[in-house]
């Protein structure tokens, strides 16, 4: 089995990520497919 390759975060992702985290700790697919498009990474490493 292969290793994936981990995702590294630019600076304006982790402080997109950490403020609407900050906010709500159980985002839905929704929520996701929002923060997915802000910072234009995959729903799958968002959750």
């Known amino acids: 089995r292969t290793k994936r390759m981990r995702t590294s975060f630019k600076h304006h992702q982790l402080r997109t990520m950490k403020s609407y985290f900050a906010i709500n700790h159980n985002p839905d697919a929704k ?4 923060l997915s498009q802000k910072t234009g990474l995959p729903k799958r490493v968002l959750q």
């Open 31 to 34: 929520d996701l497919k929002q």
